[in-house]
Structures are given as C-alpha cells and as structure tokens.
C-alpha cells in the first residue's frame, strides 16, 4: 500500500505558465486536501474534497482550483503561475466517517520565477 | 476563526533529556488534537492525537495532555534520541462549514544533540 502519491517531487516552472500538481491516494479515503507549506506560517488549506464529485475553497484558494472526478485523484492546478505561489504543497486524505485524521503525502516543491 | 498558537520555535535538548512543545488554541468548538513530525524532504505524519474528551494520552516515550479550559495542549517527548530531531507540529481541528477544518501551529524544530 503505497498511501498517498504526489508528482512531480519538484518543479522550476516561469511565471505565466500553467501547472497541475497530483496526488493519489489508495486508501479508499472520502475526503482530500491541498495544503501549501511556507516557512513561518505552518500549512494552509488551499482547497478540499469531501467526496468524489464536490470540492470547497480552504484559507488561501485564490490562483488554484481542483476537481475530484474519482475517490482516488484530486490534481491541483495553476492557471497563470505568480512567484508567490513559490511553496511546498501537500496533498492529504482522510476518511471522514471513521475518525478525523489526516494522512499527508511526500510534497511537491515548486518554484515559480 | 480558529487560531492556533506553538511555542517553541526552536528546542534543543541533549539526548536523553525530556522535550516539550506547548500549544494553545482559541476556539472551543475545536475537538480534536493532533501531532505531526515532519522529517528534512518529507510529509508530516502523525505521531499521536488526543479528542476533547480525554485529558491525556501516552504511547511509549510520547504523550500529549489537553487542558480544554486553559484551551492549550502540550507535547512530551521523553528519553530523547537523536532520531527524534524532526519539525513538530500541533493542529486543532473541527468540523466547520462542511469540513474537518484543520489549523497548524507554525512547528517547533527540534533537535537531539548526542
């Protein structure tokens, strides 16, 4: 069981471009998440999924948006990447119906110039 | 919304010695407490996690104790080693707004010194 995946490790990527960040998970979780990490300011909640079909805006959502067309899959995209989007972004799950915790994957660290 | 306070932000012990983090919270509908250790590279993952109903919990040199009407929460680490040097992270969490609503505090580094 591999948990939670998340490609690429890390990205160099122009201001401008766009970008889609994935995660997999295979524990059959209902609910998924995308947290950024900055130094000093812990993680923040960009966006979530409860299930499969349905997605909310968390703390920080503006420049990012998700889909979750299946339990499994919930890729992060950067329509028009800015440098302050430089970060180390976290995708998690959890299965909301048994308990409140939440499983992180490795991380992707990207950097916008 | 909720807040969450850690301190501190740096901690160096010599190994063997206890360690412990502190952090408060500032809403009272939070009702679920984890700890997370992130490692150089890597995720956080969770090393224990204490509900608002239960005052304290152990497992093995770690412990986590929850004062609901002082609103802070502590971490122990006790019989320190080097392999405990890693970024602690505490978070309070409650269901808000249709979702498990999770805030950090912003880590504790720690470091074992041999």
């Known amino acids: 069981i591999a948990g939670i995946t998340q490609a690429p490790t890390s990205q160099i990527l122009a201001a401008g471009r766009r970008m889609t960040l994935r995660c997999t998970q295979d524990?059959?979780?209902?609910?998924m998440y995308w947290y950024r990490q900055d130094l000093g300011l812990g993680l923040r909640l960009i966006h979530y999924?409860?299930?499969?079909?349905?997605?909310g805006k968390g703390e920080v959502p503006d420049g990012y948006s998700v889909s979750r067309a299946n339990t499994d899959d919930f890729p992060l995209t950067l329509a028009s990447a800015v440098p302050s989007q430089t970060s180390v972004y976290f995708c998690?799950?959890?299965?909301?119906?048994?308990?409140?915790?939440?499983?992180f994957g490795p991380g992707t660290r990207l950097t916008v110039l | 919304g909720e807040n969450v306070e850690q301190h501190p932000s740096t901690l160096s012990v010599q190994e063997g010695d206890s360690a412990v983090i502190k952090c408060t919270y500032s809403d009272s509908a939070s009702n679920y407490f984890p700890w997370y250790k992130q490692e150089l590279g890597k995720g956080p993952q969770l090393i224990i996690d204490?509900?608002?109903?239960?005052g304290e919990k152990k497992d093995q040199r770690i412990a986590v104790t929850l004062n609901k009407t002082a609103k802070h929460f502590s971490l122990h680490i006790t019989e320190t080693q080097p392999e405990d040097s890693a970024v602690y992270f505490c978070?309070?969490?409650?269901?808000?707004?249709?979702?498990?609503?999770?805030?950090f505090g912003t880590g504790t580094k720690l470091q074992v010194i041999p």
């Open positions: 978070a309070a969490s409650s269901s808000s707004g249709g979702y498990q609503k999770v805030t």
């Open positions: 998690a799950s959890s299965d909301q119906y048994h308990t409140d915790t939440q499983y």
């Open positions: 999924s409860n299930t499969a079909g349905t997605t």
């Open positions: 524990m059959r979780h209902n609910a």
């Open positions: 204490i509900r608002s109903n239960v």
